[in-house]
């Protein structure tokens, strides 16, 4: 059974354009008790990236949701899979 758990954060690039990007992340425990995420990034109502669906290391939903907002973050500053 899978369990989602979806939440919205802001973050700021520190480099280039500088914007500010609103992100909606959906953490899932599948079935099997792995965790997965799926992003999406948006600037001022338009979709700039992601939607895929990515595994997840942790092995508990604080540690999953945590390691998934450093990878978006990390995305975000570094534009991987996200447009400026």
Same mark, same amino acid.
């Given at each position: 059974?899978? @369990? +989602? &758990?979806?939440?919205?954060?802001? &973050?700021?690039?520190? @480099? ?16 099997? /008790?792995?965790?997965?995420?799926? +992003?999406?990034? &948006? &600037?001022? /109502? ?8 990515? +595994?997840?290391?942790?092995? %508990?939903? %604080? ?8 990878r978006?973050?990390? %995305? ?9």
């Amino acid at each position: 059974m899978y @369990q +989602p &758990h979806v939440l919205e954060f802001s &973050h700021r690039r520190s @480099q280039g354009l500088q914007r500010t990007y609103k992100v909606t992340l959906n953490v899932t425990q599948l079935s099997f /008790g792995a965790f997965a995420y799926e +992003p999406w990034v &948006h &600037h001022q /109502g338009s979709f700039k990236g992601n939607g895929i669906v990515f +595994p997840l290391a942790s092995g %508990d939903l %604080d540690s999953a949701i945590s390691e998934a907002r450093a990878r978006i973050e990390t %995305d975000v500053e570094q534009l991987n899979g996200v447009s400026e």
